[in-house]
């Protein structure tokens, strides 16, 4: 299984930017999908998920201005990132499971993209 992310890049705060992570070898309308973010000398942290039954997922810092969705023909989950902040700065991850647990934990996760460096300058 593999997974692509990206649509990174450097953007001004209030910004906004859509990732893009691309499956091949699965098809994401049987997959949970989710997204995580890693800034330097920090854990990974949960975003934003997609369940196979289209219900989604929001971590409290980005509820209201992250919108997470998914192409089922395009094989495509996004992340659309709204009113960006300095905060977002962070290397971002999609990853897929067929497992059932908690969508915000990175443990449930067993296939990773390799990231995209989103920026967000003040």
């Known amino acids: 299984v593999q997974l692509q992310a990206f649509g990174g890049g450097l953007v001004q705060a209030g910004g906004s930017l859509r990732l893009s992570c691309v499956a091949s070898?699965?098809?994401?309308?049987?997959?949970?999908m989710g997204w995580f973010r890693q800034a330097p000398g920090q854990e990974r942290e949960f975003v934003a998920a997609?369940?196979?039954?289209?219900?989604?997922y929001y971590s409290d810092s980005v509820k209201g201005r992250f919108t997470c969705s998914r192409s089922n023909l395009k094989n495509t989950v996004y992340l659309q990132m709204n009113s960006l902040k300095p905060d977002d700065t962070a290397v971002y991850y999609c990853a897929a499971t067929s497992r059932m647990g908690s969508p915000n934990s990175p443990n449930e996760y067993n296939c990773w993209g390799q990231g995209t460096q989103v920026t967000v300058s003040s």
């Open positions: 997609s369940r196979w039954d289209t219900s989604t």
């Open positions: 070898e699965i098809r994401v309308s049987n997959y949970n």
